[in-house]
C-alpha cells in the first residue's frame, strides 16, 4: 500500500506523539502540535494511538492512491476532494487505487490531520516517525513532503465498522496556563497586562514557536537567564516585552524568562490558531491544569466521542460518517 504525492501543500510533515528522552542530548521532541485530533483521526481508523500521521499546515495535500487503503482525517477543517468530488474532512473513507485525493485550503483551524489504516509504514528514528525538519530527522527523510515522494502505508481498506466521532465545535481563544519558573520576575502590574489583555499571532508563529503581538509585558529587570531546559508551552518574555509560546519543534533550551506554561490541555487551541487570530491567558493551578488534562484524555480515549450506532460496513465512500470536531480544548 502506498500513495503518491503530486502536491505537497504548504507544509505537511510525518508527526507522532514526538521523541521524548533525548532533549538532554540537544534532540527536540517534536511531534504533532493537536495532540487531540491526532488521537481521533487513529481512533476514527482503530489505529494504535502511536501510528505516524500526515500534519497539514493551512493548505492541504493533493496524493494519488497506489494501492487500496482507508484513510480519516481530523483538526482543521479543509477543502477535500477525492476524483473531483467533494468531501468533508473529518470522514473516513475508503481508497481504492487510481484516486486522487486533494485536500485544499483550511475553511476553520490551522492544521488537519490525516491517518491511514495502520499507519504510515516509514522506519523510526530514535522511537519516532516524529519530522524535525531542523534537524532533518525522522518522517520521511527528515523533509516537509514533497512532489513525487511514495509513501507507504501499513494497512489495507478496513474491513469493520467505522465509528462517528463527535465533538462540539469551538471558537475559544482563553488559554489556561501554570506560573512559570521565573513568574516571580513579574510585578503585580505586568502579571495583570498579561491576563487581561488580548495577544494576536503573528505572521512569524510556526511550529517552533507562537510569536504574539500586544500590550508588552515588563519584568523587574532586563537581565535574561541562564539558559535552562524548556517544555511545549513555555511562555517566554524576552526583553521587548512580546510574549512567546514555545512549540512542539522548540529548542530544547532557552534564556529567556518564562511568565508561565501553557495547560497541556489548551495547547490542541494554538495549535489550530492561525496568523491575524487572538487569544487570551488565565492562570490556572498545577493541579487544576493536571485534572483537565485527565479528563481530556479519558475522552478521547473511553469512548466519549465516539459515536458507534452507525452501521456502514465496507462502504465504498464513507462520506456520511463526518466528525463535527472541537478545534482545540
Sequence with gaps: M???????????????????????????PAGVMDYESYYLANALLGNDYNCGVLELTLYGITFEVLHSTSMSSAGAEMELTINEEPFETGTAVDLVKGDIVKFGGVKKGARTYIAFSGGLDLPKELGSYSTHTRSQMGGYKGRVLKAGYILPVKGKTVEHNFPVITKILTEDT??????????????????????????????????????????????????????????????????????????????????????????????????????????????????????????????????????????FKNARRRDALSITQLIGG
Design 2 to 28: 502506498a500513495l503518491k504525492i503530486i502536491n505537497p501543500g504548504l507544509f505537511t510533515t510525518v508527526q507522532d506523539l514526538g521523541r521524548y528522552g533525548y532533549e538532554s542530548y540537544g534532540f527536540t
Design 174 to 311: 482563553e488559554i489556561r496556563f501554570i506560573p512559570g519558573q521565573q513568574n516571580d520576575r513579574f510585578d503585580s502590574v505586568n502579571k495583570r497586562i498579561f491576563t487581561e489583555s488580548e495577544y494576536t499571532l503573528t505572521k512569524d508563529s510556526d511550529r517552533m514557536g507562537c510569536r504574539l503581538e500586544g500590550p508588552a509585558v515588563g519584568s523587574a529587570d532586563d537581565d535574561d537567564i541562564l539558559s535552562e531546559p524548556t517544555q511545549f508551552g513555555s511562555i517566554q518574555v524576552p526583553k521587548n516585552g512580546q510574549p512567546i509560546v514555545l512549540l512542539a519543534d522548540r529548542q530544547t533550551a532557552g534564556g529567556y524568562k518564562k511568565i508561565g506554561t501553557v495547560a497541556k490541555v489548551d495547547l490542541p487551541k494554538i495549535a489550530q490558531k492561525k496568523p491575524g487570530e487572538k487569544i487570551t491567558f488565565t492562570e490556572v493551578s498545577v493541579d487544576e491544569a493536571s485534572q483537565l488534562y485527565k479528563d481530556s484524555l479519558k475522552a478521547l480515549t473511553d469512548g466519549s466521542y465516539i459515536n458507534t450506532s452507525v452501521n
